[in-house]
């Protein structure tokens, strides 16, 4: 065979290992690689973006929604430094990523050539990455490649850097063969003695509690925590700040969320926490566990005893670990089963009736309330639209206030990530992996300005994501925050310029100027009509609503709640 060059390597490498999209902005160096992705169109779909933020954050929606790893090259020390933030919401919310940096070249390396790198541009994701390396040459690629993929997708899901020397792009090299990838088997139940202890303490709990976190819809274990849930009648709770919703908030054993159930938590005899963050921050005080016997199951060993030592850890994937746990408790007693999924549904409903209470707060206000928003949502949005959260004040009301039925069809960032930009840019990810359904990303008018660019690509991918803009003109969950703090910046909105009214920002306008559809809405008329178009439409659409200024002190009061 006729040697190829490094950029052709690296494409045909992608295609072998089932890569259908890949992530890159061009730049001077990168000319090969760009020529090799344009020859493989029609294998490998190409991904750009108008800057390397929005490149990262779009790879790592789509590597969520596809639960397996997303390639994204990028320019140079500044291509990487933009895409740091994919990096470090990569690392907290666990998604499998291979980040990969074209750097200098070899022949000049220390003299501070092009788009100069001091030592190693990958020295700068070190902290937030599980492995990485710099090609030494284009007869590596394939190797280093493939396990760059490897590592990625091996529980605990996380990102990974490759470096890619420019002028490793044009060395010519052997084509490797059509070999199948290594089949890589990870799903691992935790040992024989750990699945019996769980058994045992569940068995004879008198009052269980499982806790659920990201890991549990990370790795495909809804379903085994849904049985084992009903399997013993416990209430279920999930952690503060969702990213992956770990069970259905429709659930009758589904109370909601941890902070928000002290009582509840301090009144059981065993808690199952099975991959929580208790990411604490400062504001609310940890929750305490009284003398609930606690396990932490998690196939990440630097979780289980990271935020809380635990009376048991067990090390194991959840859905298998889940499964031999069932069989191992058997089956319970009829009423010893009953009379806990009662108390179980007292909490669900209490729930139900606390998120209407919250649903009628200024609901027909002159003014658009979340409350009003949400509900006007949940009647337009088809049947399966997956919700992206990112409205910062109104967070906490789309987990309580929209039905969770299919946790497959909700995204969030934890508060271990927390990062303002990330909705938008991830939702287009989401929308490309998953082009069967319809997207809908709910974002705080200042998030949306951190990353605004990236709907340029929705409209340039032709992509029906409905970007929802709350306006309630400016940063006021910071205000809301300094409440919670009983901080002077309480009353400082104004003075320290996190208000968006002089001069106003208009975001339709601006969409529109990128090629949406768009239109700024103020009544729950012109909203329903707005989104019953979007829904309607198989185009890029960007709603902005003017909403109401008080639903950042409902925040408030919601976490001052939460906190007991």
């Known amino acids: 065979m006729a040697p190829i060059t490094g950029a052709e390597s690296l494409v045909r490498t992608l295609v072998r290992l089932g890569v259908h999209d890949a992530f890159n902005i061009v730049g001077l160096g990168l000319f090969p690689l760009a020529e090799a992705f344009y020859a493989h169109r029609d ?33 140079h020390a ?48 070190g902290q937030y990455t599980k492995w ?49 990838p ?43 925590t849904v049985a084992l ?40 005899d065993v808690v199952l926490l099975l991959g929580v963050e208790l990411t604490e921050s400062g504001l609310t005080r940890p929750v305490e566990f009284g003398s609930a016997t606690t396990i932490v199951l998690s196939p990440d ?42 108390a179980a549904r007292e909490l669900h409903d209490a729930r139900d009736a606390r998120n209407e209470r919250i649903r009628a707060i200024r609901f027909d206000a002159e003014e658009l309330a979340i409350g009003r928003i949400l509900t006007e949502l949940e009647a337009a949005m088809p049947a ?50 998953r082009p069967d359904r319809r997207v809908v990303a709910l974002l705080g008018d200042g998030g949306f300005m951190f990353s605004s660019s990236a709907i340029y ?13 709350l306006n309630n003109g400016g940063w006021r969950d910071i205000g809301a925050l300094a409440a919670v703090a009983r901080s002077p910046l309480v009353d400082a909105e104004d003075v320290m310029g996190w208000t968006f009214g002089d001069p106003p920002i208009d975001h339709a306008a601006y969409a529109a100027s990128l090629g949406l559809d768009s239109r700024r809405v103020a009544t729950p008329g012109e909203l329903r009509a707005a989104l019953d178009k979007a829904f309607a439409d198989r185009r890029a659409t960007l709603i902005e609503v003017l909403n109401s200024p008080e639903d950042a002190h409902e925040f408030s009061r919601v976490f001052t709640q939460a906190d007991g």
Not at 81 to 110: C, E, H, Y
Not at 408 to 415: K, M, T
């Open 182 to 224: 290594t089949e890589v088997l990870t799903d691992f139940a935790a040992a024989p003695t750990a699945v019996e202890r769980v058994a045992e303490l569940l068995r004879t709990s008198e009052r269980p509690v499982i806790v659920t976190g990201a890991e549990v819809a990370r790795y495909g274990a809804v379903d085994a």
């Open 78 to 125: 500044s291509g990487t430094g933009l895409g740091m933030m994919a990096l470090t919401t990569a690392w907290a919310d666990g998604v499998p990523m291979v980040f990969t940096t074209t750097t200098s070249s070899r022949a000049l390396a220390g003299r501070d050539q092009y788009a100069a790198v001091p030592r190693a541009v990958t020295e700068m994701s």
């Open 301 to 342: 060993p630097l979780l289980l005893t990271r935020q809380l030592r635990p009376d048991l850890a067990v090390l194991g994937a959840p859905r298998p670990t889940l499964e031999a746990v069932a069989a191992a408790v058997g089956t319970l007693p009829d009423e010893v089963r009953d009379a806990r999924a009662a």
């Open 384 to 433: 399966g639209t997956i919700v992206v959260n990112h409205c910062a004040s109104g967070e906490p009301f789309v987990e309580d206030l929209l039905p969770h039925p299919d946790t497959d069809a909700f995204f969030g960032i934890s508060s271990k990530a927390s990062a303002q930009g990330w909705g938008g840019p991830a939702s287009i990810g989401i929308q490309l992996a």
């Open 457 to 469: 690509a929705a409209a340039q991918q032709d992509l029906p994501v409905v970007f929802v803009i």
């Open 229 to 268: 849930a009903e399997q013993l009648g416990a209430t279920v709770l999930h952690e503060d700040k969702v990213a992956d919703l770990g069970f259905p908030t429709t659930h009758p054993q589904f109370a909601g969320r941890l902070g928000a159930h002290r009582p509840v938590v301090g009144q059981s």
């Open 43 to 75: 294998e490998v779909r190409y991904v750009s973006a108008l800057n390397e933020t929005n490149l990262g954050l779009m790879a790592a929606g789509y590597a969520r929604a596809n639960r397996s790893a997303a390639f994204v090259n990028v320019y």
């Open 132 to 180: 990485s390396a710099e090609i030494p040459s284009a007869d590596r690629i394939p190797e280093l490649v493939e396990r760059a993929f490897q590592i990625a997708n091996t529980p605990p899901y996380g990102p990974v850097h490759l470096a890619f020397p420019m002028d490793v792009w044009l060395e010519r090299t052997e084509e490797v063969g059509h070999r199948r």
